[in-house]
Nanobody
Framework: QVKLEESGGGSVQVGGSLRLSCTDSGETDSDADYCMGWFRQAPGKEREGVAGIDSDGRPSYLSSVKGRSYVWRDNVKHTLYLLINNLKPDDAATYYC????????????????????????WGKGTLVTFSS
């Protein structure tokens, strides 16, 4: 069974970098066939898709992080990664990892309900805050 666990959150600085990891601790054989993605939700705001990658390795990014972020996966390690550089205050949020069979990673990231597009598995999230 897919069991996603995020790590790498914590206190960061504006202008700094953030690297998050999401591991399927269940080491599910089929997770290489899944889309995997990062979503985030800040207090008082809607959840939004940040970056994702489909089973063919094609990445997709939210416009606000495009050009300063990188998403990749290591199927041997059953792990998804996200690197965001030049952090901005709006990057503060709880970041969630999700996975599932999806028809289109772009649609998944822009959907108000990614679950409708097949993202069935979710981690519990990791919190990213900014130090003053």
């Amino acid at each position: 069974q897919v069991k996603l666990e995020e790590s790498g959150g914590g206190s960061v600085q504006v202008g700094g970098s953030l690297r998050l990891s999401c591991t399927d601790s269940g080491e599910t054989d089929s997770d290489a066939d899944y889309c995997m993605g990062w979503f985030r939700q800040a207090p008082g705001k809607e959840r939004e898709g940040v970056a994702g990658i489909d089973s063919d390795g094609r990445p997709s990014y939210l416009s606000s992080v495009k050009g300063r972020s990188y998403v990749w996966r290591d199927n041997v390690k059953h792990t998804l990664y996200l690197l965001i550089n030049n952090l901005k205050p709006d990057d503060a949020a709880t970041y969630y990892c999700a996975a599932g069979f999806c028809p289109d990673i772009d649609a998944v990231l822009t959907a108000s309900e990614p679950e409708v597009y097949g993202m069935d598995y979710w981690g519990k999230g990791t919190l990213v805050t900014f130090s003053s």
